[in-house]
């Protein structure tokens, strides 16, 4: 069974004051990990896919990063406006099917004090 | 960019009224999926359908039954709701994911809250 375990639970960051998030999974074969943000209220946004260990993609102040056991979360300089819970998730290549399911961690809650 | 709606940001029903809740996507995409979101549980998966009139049971489709007649649409049913089905639902679409470079990412809908008293 696939399992996903985000660390901390909660995070409380002064702005600018960079920190990292982590993700780590079990999987039978990966077939993709994904990040999301998400606004209290509204659902989950999309941010990155990570496909193999090594990769990174980065979007303003996030980096995302991959090895065979985790993924993280790497926030510089984070701002006010970084406030959110931060999803992330795991579809297995199990069964071969395209239409994977997607196994969620229980997230972590960020917030950025100005 | 991909568009997901669901019909209701907020819902409150009474115990034993069935429930319909809907969701439409805009961007041709062949799955669809509902989730439900609570504290200290995280995303579960109910139901998703990988295409027009299919559909598979996720980890937690108990009390739950689904419909996709359209490409589009793909509505979660409460048939007899109960107040353990108190919780934010999510509905989310994804195209086909592609074989070489792994799975496409769910893109979400704003979600609906569902209050059953």
């Known amino acids: 069974e696939d399992q996903v375990t985000q660390s901390p639970e909660a995070l409380r960051l002064q702005e600018g004051e960079s920190s990292s998030l982590n993700c780590s999974y079990t999987v039978s074969g990966l077939r993709g990990l994904f990040w999301y943000r998400q606004d209290p209220g509204k659902g989950p946004e999309f941010l990155f896919t990570?496909?193999?260990a090594g990769e990174e993609k980065e979007k303003e102040r996030l980096k995302a990063t991959l090895t065979k056991k985790e993924s993280f979360l790497h926030i510089t300089a984070p701002k006010p406006e970084d406030s959110a819970t931060y999803l992330c998730a795991v579809q297995s290549n199990a069964g071969g099917t395209s239409y994977g399911k997607l196994t969620f961690g229980q997230g972590t809650i960020l917030t950025v004090h100005p | 960019d991909v568009k997901v709606t669901q019909s209701s940001r907020y819902l409150v029903k009474r115990t034993g009224e069935k429930v319909f809740l809907e969701c439409v996507q805009d961007?041709?995409?062949?799955?669809m999926f509902w989730y439900r979101q609570d504290p200290g549980l995280g995303l579960r998966l109910i139901y998703f359908s990988y295409d027009v009139k299919m559909k598979e049971k996720g980890d937690i489709p108990e009390g739950y039954s689904v419909s996709r007649e359209k490409k589009e649409r793909f509505s979660l049913i409460l048939e007899s709701a109960s107040t353990n089905q108190t919780s934010m639902y999510l509905c989310?679409?994804?195209?086909?994911?592609?074989?070489?470079?792994?799975?496409?990412?769910?893109?979400f809908g704003n979600g609906t809250r569902l209050t059953v008293t």
């Open positions: 989310a679409s994804r195209p086909l994911g592609t074989g070489v470079m792994g799975g496409a990412p769910l893109h």
């Open positions: 961007m041709d995409h062949e799955n």
């Open positions: 990570l496909y193999s």
